[in-house]
């Protein structure tokens, strides 16, 4: 149980394109669902949480207007990268979490952004 | 502020048993988990510690000290597939996961 699916996988795009990449939860019902980012041989930086049906919060130095994120349902999440550029190419990371303890994440397996 | 220690890196023998400590700092406190992270792959949950103490699962354990700031992962009867990443990251409040930088482990034939 607690699978999370991530598409696509990879994805290469021009500079100045928009990407949109999508975040399931196949078995479970999600009612927070988080992104993040990770540059080769760093660590995960917590891009922003969202709640089923509300805004997402964004952490301090993520631009909410160039990484747009949708959390329609129980069970999807999208993160469009907007006007994507070279310095956006990384490996972007989607979480899952029920709601109440013990507040552990199901992570999906990763999408890798290449901008060229 | 929020921050969390751990090693760059280490090495350790097949079969043998290795410690990978973290410090952290984090305000909310609220929980600590261990992930396993194989390159190009997303992290894997190994293990959660809320209160002080010892959880042990098969070859895992991990020891939490709130009081200290404190925690290692132990990895017992090493094998090879157990090189990866490991994470060490802190809950705080209810939705602000923090990460370490990972401890990168090379297990030697």
């Known amino acids: 149980g607690a699978v999370v699916s991530q598409h696509p996988s990879r994805v290469i795009c021009k500079s100045g394109t928009s990407v949109k990449i999508e975040c399931r939860s196949l078995d479970f019902q999600a009612t927070t669902m988080f992104w993040y980012r990770q540059f080769p041989k760093q660590s995960l930086m917590l891009m922003a949480t969202?709640?089923?049906?509300?805004?997402?919060?964004?952490e301090q130095g993520v631009e909410k207007d160039k990484f747009l994120i949708n959390h329609a349902s129980l069970t999807l999440s999208t993160l469009t990268v907007t006007s994507a550029h070279p310095e956006d190419s990384s490996f972007y990371i989607c979480s899952a979490r029920t709601s109440g303890g013990p507040y552990e994440q199901y992570f999906g397996p990763g999408t890798r952004l290449t901008v060229t | 502020g929020q921050n969390i220690d751990q090693p760059t890196e280490m090495t350790a023998t097949e079969g043998a048993i290795v410690q990978i400590n973290c410090t952290y700092q984090t305000s909310g406190f609220n929980g600590l988990f261990w992930y396993q992270q194989h390159a190009g792959e997303a992290p894997t949950f190994l293990s959660y510690n809320v209160l002080d103490g010892l959880e042990e699962k098969g070859r895992f354990s991990s020891f939490l000290s709130r009081s200290k700031g404190y925690s290692y992962l132990l990895l017992k009867e090493l094998q090879m597939k157990d090189s990866a990443s490991y994470l060490c990251a802190t809950l705080s409040g209810t939705y602000k996961y923090i990460f370490g930088t990972g401890t990168r482990l090379k297990v030697l034939a």
């Open positions: 969202s709640n089923e049906g509300s805004k997402a919060t964004y």
